[in-house]
């Protein structure tokens, strides 16, 4: 009998200790897509040209295959202990490339939980890695006047 309580008792220990603890695991919020706000798309107005769309809301994550007329600016965020977020925006072009409907899914005037902090971890999308390291300040060498011989 007290064998059998040292086995449960170490088989227990181990799986507590290995990782397959009923404590918890660390999740984190997963972003993908376009980031889309209510101020970008409330900048957006009938008739504007595709470059000045691209210029508000950046390169649009879809483009329909067959129709390039029409955008798809998509951002979906899965919230580690919450339920998932998606904001779509579908802009359509006439045949001239000018703006002429705007189309909006889910809701863009609450805030987005996104971590501007720069500790450390991985780099934000699109930043220059040189940035992050740490840069010498080299003394520039003052110039020196030319003297010519009279």
Do not use: H
Not at 23 to 31: A, N, Q, T, W
């Amino acid at each position: 009998m007290q064998k059998l309580t040292r086995i449960i008792t170490l088989s227990v220990a181990l799986t507590v200790v290995s990782g397959c603890s009923y404590v918890g695991v660390y999740k984190r919020d997963i972003p993908q897509g376009n980031l889309i706000t209510q101020e970008m798309v409330s900048q957006l107005q009938p008739g504007m040209t595709q470059e000045q769309v691209t210029y508000v809301m950046g390169p649009p994550l879809l483009e329909a295959p067959f129709d390039s007329r029409e955008w798809d600016y998509v951002y979906r965020i899965d919230k580690a202990y919450e339920d998932v977020e998606q904001r779509r925006v579908t802009l359509t072009f006439d045949n001239a490339g000018r703006l002429a409907n705007i189309e909006q899914e889910g809701d863009l005037s609450s805030d987005l939980p996104i971590s501007t902090d720069g500790g450390m971890g991985p780099a934000v999308e699109g930043a220059d890695p040189m940035d992050a390291m740490p840069t010498q300040q080299t003394p520039t060498p003052e110039p020196q006047p030319i003297v010519t011989g009279e």
